[in-house]
């Protein structure tokens, strides 16, 4: 029975990864980080299937007990802080967990055992103003957020200690992928979250940025099959993995609003508070190298994603207004 080490295992990726690799025989370690408010609302369907050990980013020391402990295959770095508009608000804390977390864990990797196979979870966000269109692997990046800059950072380190340490060290370079289990402070789910909520009465509009900013958005339950094939090839790279379609948000809102019969134009009022600093207008994906190589193919529709969303959310909040006073809903 192979062993994976996931960090963030909590976070969106991180749970679908979780139940993916169990149904591939996986004996699965997550790494959660001692908090007050650690949620494991997106684990709780598997989570007496896995071994949750208590590890930090911030903590080399703790990086090297887990490693030493677990003797895991695979290591799956998906750890970060990863909501962009955040890291304008917290930029060193940003360098900190998502820049320099992905060194302490390739260090310990180093100095545990060099035949653990790495994935690091790099962004389309590290393309920022892009230099061409689609974005490959061979696209230069220009960052346009703290987060964008802490993620070139975890990328290029990742590929110097492949370099220098002959680690297999792979970066999974994911645009956009969304699902039910998306944070409410992501565009996606605030919006097919928002739209449950005026269908059902208990909004009346929805509140947004830049209508017109582009992202190639996919299924997180299809990126994670990509991050695993990855750590199967025989030598170590690394790979884009988008859809290779581009929607706005303004398509986002025609898409969620029209599949409850409703349209966004009534609801969605633009709001300059929601407007980034420095903007990405338009991200897309050249993902041919991963579906040559790696075989890998999304399965999930744009459309698809955002009704799957959509019904989700409904679901979510009439059962949250079913409930018994004083209940607690998952």
Not at 108 to 124: N, P
Not at 246 to 254: A, D, F, G, K
Not at 274 to 301: C, I, N, T, Y
Request: glycine share 8%; proline share 5%.
């Amino acid at each position: 029975m192979p062993t994976a080490l996931i960090t963030g295992v909590t976070g969106q990726d991180g749970s679908y990864l979780a139940e993916f690799l169990l149904s591939k025989g996986y004996k699965v370690i997550g790494m959660v980080r001692r908090s007050s408010t650690v949620n494991f609302a997106r684990i709780r369907h598997i989570q007496d299937q896995i071994t949750l050990v208590s590890g930090d980013l911030l903590d080399l020391g703790s990086l090297i007990s887990i490693l030493q402990e677990h003797h895991p295959d695979e290591v799956y770095n998906l750890a970060a802080q990863s909501f962009v508009p955040t890291s304008w608000e917290q930029p060193v804390f940003t360098g900190e967990v998502t820049a320099l977390g992905v060194t302490r864990m390739l260090e310990a990797i180093r100095k545990v055992d060099r035949h653990i196979r790495f994935y690091q979870a790099s962004s389309s966000e590290m393309f920022g103003r892009v230099r061409e269109t689609p974005q490959r692997e061979t696209t230069p990046f220009y960052p346009r957020s703290p987060y964008g800059v802490a993620k070139v950072y975890g990328h290029w380190i990742t590929v110097n200690y492949r370099e220098s340490y002959d680690l297999f060290a792979v970066s999974g370079i994911l645009f956009n992928h969304e699902s039910p289990r998306r944070g409410l402070e992501f565009v996606t789910r605030k919006v097919t979250y928002g739209v449950a909520k005026i269908k059902l009465g208990l909004s009346d509009e929805l509140r947004l940025g830049n209508l017109d900013s582009k992202r190639d958005w996919g299924f997180a339950g299809d990126y994670v099959r990509a991050m695993w094939l990855m750590l199967q090839q025989d030598g170590p790279d690394d790979y884009v993995v988008g859809t290779g379609q581009t929607h706005s948000v303004r398509e986002l809102c025609e898409v969620a609003f029209g599949s409850v019969g409703l349209d966004w134009q009534d609801f969605v009022k633009q709001d300059p508070r929601f407007m980034r600093p420095a903007e990405v207008d338009v991200l897309v994906a050249d993902p041919s190298k991963a579906h040559r190589v790696l075989g890998w193919e999304p399965q999930v529709s744009f459309e698809e994603l955002i009704e799957m969303m959509v019904q989700a959310d409904l679901t979510l909040l009439q059962n949250s207004l079913a409930a018994p006073a004083g209940s607690t809903q998952p």
